[in-house]
């Protein structure tokens, strides 16, 4: 069967309980026909870019699944339908990656307030060079013809 990757935005105003009781409800139905999840992630309250219908955060959450496309496309139109589903996306993919995913991986660093890819002294090297002074440009040509 194909693998797919599904990430739903729901509703603000829900609770955390509600929102993760969407990701089960939604991984019963590719169960119910025929598919399965193979990992599902809750990736918390988010700002968004713009406002969708009147909200400006929503839930985050990420479904991978293994399931023919009938299942995908019935579940797709069960979220279309749920009035608590702002937005879709749903992906084919080749291959599942390992481990958790980008956005659980910087929930991790911020967490742990490490931040292992950055140099001692910040960005840069710590050292700061001069800026050229205006009389070090050489003398342009021409100039600007009116």
Known sequence: MPLYEHVFISRQDLSN????????????????????????????VKTMAYKI????????ALLKSDAPAAAVQEME????????????????????????????????????????????????GGERRERPSFGDRPERSGGFRR
Do not use: C
Not at 53 to 60: F, I, P, S, T
């Open 77 to 124: 139109r069960l979220m279309r339908l749920h009035d608590d589903v702002m937005r879709v996306l749903t992906i084919k993919v080749d291959t599942h990656a390992e481990g958790p995913s980008v956005q659980m991986q910087k929930r991790d660093e911020r967490e742990r307030g490490d931040r292992g890819d950055r140099p001692e002294g910040g960005f840069g």
């Open 53 to 60: 219908n009147k909200n400006r955060k929503g839930h985050y």
């Open 17 to 44: 309980a509600q929102a993760e009781g969407l990701v089960e409800h939604f991984s019963t139905v590719l169960s119910d026909n025929g598919g399965k999840v193979v990992e599902s992630e809750y990736w918390g």
